[in-house]
T-cell receptor
Framework: GDSVTQMEGPVTLSEEAFLTINCTYT??????LFWYVQYPGEGLQLLLK?????DKGSNKGFEATYRKETTSFHLEKGSVQVSDSAVYFC???????????FGKGTRLSVIA | GAVVSQHPSWVICKSGTSVKIECRSL??????MFWYRQFPKQSLMLMAT?????????EQGVEKDKFLINHASLTLSTLTVTSAHPEDSSFYIC??????????FGDGTRLSIL
C-alpha cells in the first residue's frame, strides 16, 4: 500500500539556520503530496502541496519540490525562526477521494 | 480559507461516560469527513471515513460500536466515544474535504478519561 517515510526527529536548529526535512513516498499511482504543520496543542494546518511531478509548493518561506524520479518531497527553509518550532508531517493522497497517508512526523525545535 | 471547527477542544470525564465530539465545516460543504487519533509524539492514525448520508467506513482494528460516527449533514460529523475508559484517552482530530480538494483539519480534541 501507499506509505510515507520522513526523517526521524527531533531536529534542533539555531535561529536562521537552514532546514531540510526529508520525505520519500511509495505509491501505486501519481499522488498529490503535502506538508502539514502542527503547532503545540493544535490540529494540523496545510503548509504546502504539489500535485504533479516537478511542481514546487511554497508558503511562509518553506518550499518542497515533487521529484518523481526519486519519489521525494523534501521540505526546506533557508532561515528558520523560533516560531517555526512545530511538528511537520509529510503526506500523500493517491486518488482524489482517498484519505491522506501521513508520515510519522518530525519535531522541529528552533532555539534563539 | 476553509475552516473546520472542532468542539470541545478539551474534555475530562469519568470512566464509563460517553463523550461526543463535533466537527463542523464552517465555510464549505464537506462531502467527506475523516476522524484521526493521535497518541503523544506519534503520527495520526486514521480511524474512519464518513460520507454525508451514509455509514462510516472504519479502519481495521477500530471498534465501530465503541467509536460511533454520524455524518448527518454536509457540514457536521460527530464522533461519540461510548463507555470511555482510560485507554481511550488521546487526541482526536477531524478533517473535512469537498470533492478532491485538500483535507482541512480541526484543532483537535484532547480527551482525558479518569
Amino acid at each position: 500500500g501507499d506509505s510515507v517515510t520522513q526523517m526521524e526527529g527531533p531536529v534542533t536548529l539555531s535561529e536562521e539556520a537552514f532546514l531540510t526535512i526529508n520525505c520519500t513516498y511509495t505509491a501505486t499511482g501519481y499522488p498529490s503530496l503535502f506538508w502539514y504543520v502542527q503547532y503545540p496543542g493544535e490540529g494540523l494546518q496545510l503548509l504546502l502541496k504539489a500535485t504533479k511531478a516537478d511542481d514546487k509548493g511554497s508558503n511562509k518561506g518553506f518550499e518542497a519540490t515533487y521529484r518523481k524520479e526519486t519519489t521525494s518531497f523534501h521540505l526546506e527553509k533557508g532561515s528558520v525562526q523560533v516560531s517555526d518550532s512545530a511538528v511537520y508531517f509529510c503526506a500523500l493522497s493517491d486518488k482524489g477521494n482517498t484519505p491522506l497517508v501521513f508520515g510519522k512526523g518530525t519535531r522541529l525545535s528552533v532555539i534563539a | 480559507g476553509a475552516v473546520v471547527s472542532q468542539h470541545p477542544s478539551w474534555v475530562i470525564c469519568k470512566s464509563g461516560t460517553s463523550v461526543k465530539i463535533e466537527c463542523r465545516s464552517l465555510d464549505f460543504q464537506a462531502t467527506t469527513m475523516f476522524w484521526y487519533r493521535q497518541f503523544p509524539k506519534q503520527s495520526l492514525m486514521l480511524m474512519a471515513t464518513s460520507n454525508e448520508g451514509s455509514k462510516a467506513t472504519y479502519e481495521q482494528g477500530v471498534e465501530k460500536d465503541k467509536f460511533l460516527i454520524n455524518h448527518a449533514s454536509l457540514t457536521l460529523s460527530t464522533l461519540t466515544v461510548t463507555s470511555a475508559h482510560p485507554e481511550d484517552s488521546s487526541f482526536y482530530i477531524c478533517s473535512a474535504r469537498t470533492g478532491q480538494q485538500p483535507q482541512h483539519f480541526g484543532d483537535g480534541t484532547r480527551l482525558s478519561i479518569l
